[in-house]
């Protein structure tokens, strides 16, 4: 295999197999923001960024007499979605773009408007569409200033990568602060409710911390490198978590992982 990286323009779809490899984790924080929907029966809810339908799992169960749509931009998670849910609606768009249907009671956006540019833009625009009494629930990682990430940056910044890495996607860029959010839709809707969780993922090793961000925030990095240099890239990474995570007392590791959520009232 060619030691050259892949062209600047390729991009690595999501992997719906190495994002679930921690499934009832990274269920666990939709299920938190649904529990705070202020809904009964709605009559279409769409699932935004609903990856391989773990979430949109959760909102049929909730609302078996909604018309409950998933929407992703990967079509490697909307397979998976499809063979998880046959017979559900799957819509593959861009959720900064896409406009949802004027029935819609329930956008319901876990872990994808953190990727989305000028995302405060898009969910402004995305509540205005909604009929009054429509929810806006949205869930984000709020871990930008935690070593899982900053080592990432670190790492590609490094002499042996800021070459290859010079026109990398960016990372994520920090939230703004829950204040910020209120002023932005108080005086577009009748209630908001804002709120951190901070959750302490029980991980077996360093490298298995590693393996969560694979599915994640390491994705646009590994999408510059080819196999061989990818290979030495998680290595250099895997030292660093290893020197920043300290085991417990039984050898497992504790991913701290905040996360914010806001669910807004039309």
């Known amino acids: 295999m060619s030691d050259e990286p892949p062209a600047p323009h390729s991009a690595e779809d999501w992997s719906a197999r190495q994002y679930l490899k921690f499934e009832d984790e990274r269920t666990r924080p939709p299920r938190d923001l649904l529990a705070q929907v202020p809904l009964e029966a709605p009559r279409r809810v769409v699932d935004l960024g609903c990856g391989p339908g773990n979430s949109t799992e959760l909102l049929i169960a909730r609302f078996p007499r909604a018309e409950v749509i998933g929407l992703d931009s990967s079509p490697d998670m909307l397979r998976q979605a499809h063979a998880r849910l046959p017979g559900q609606s799957f819509v593959e768009a861009d959720v900064s773009t896409w406009m949802p249907d004027q029935t819609t009671d329930l956008l ?8 989305v540019p000028d995302h405060t833009r898009v969910l402004v625009r995305l509540l205005q569409s909604l009929p009054r009494g429509g929810v806006l629930a949205v869930q984000m990682p709020d871990n930008t200033q935690e070593p899982a990430l900053i080592l990432m940056e670190e790492v590609a910044a490094s002499k042996a990568w800021a070459g290859v890495m010079a026109q990398a996607q960016p990372g994520r860029k920090d939230l703004p602060r829950p204040e910020e959010y209120y002023n932005l839709f108080a005086s577009l809707c009748s209630r908001v409710d804002i709120w951190h969780t901070h959750y302490y993922h029980v991980m077996e090793s360093h490298a298995a911390i590693v393996e ?16 061989k240099m990818r290979e030495a890239f998680i290595a250099e990474y895997t030292e660093r978590i290893g020197a920043a995570y300290t085991s417990r007392v039984d050898g497992k590791v504790l991913l701290k992982f905040p996360r914010l959520f806001i669910v807004v009232v039309r």
Do not use: D, I, M, T
């Open 108 to 115: 319901f956006g876990n872990a994808v408007f953190q990727w």
């Open 212 to 227: 969560w961000f694979k599915g994640s925030g390491l994705r646009p990095f590994r999408a510059r490198l080819n196999a």
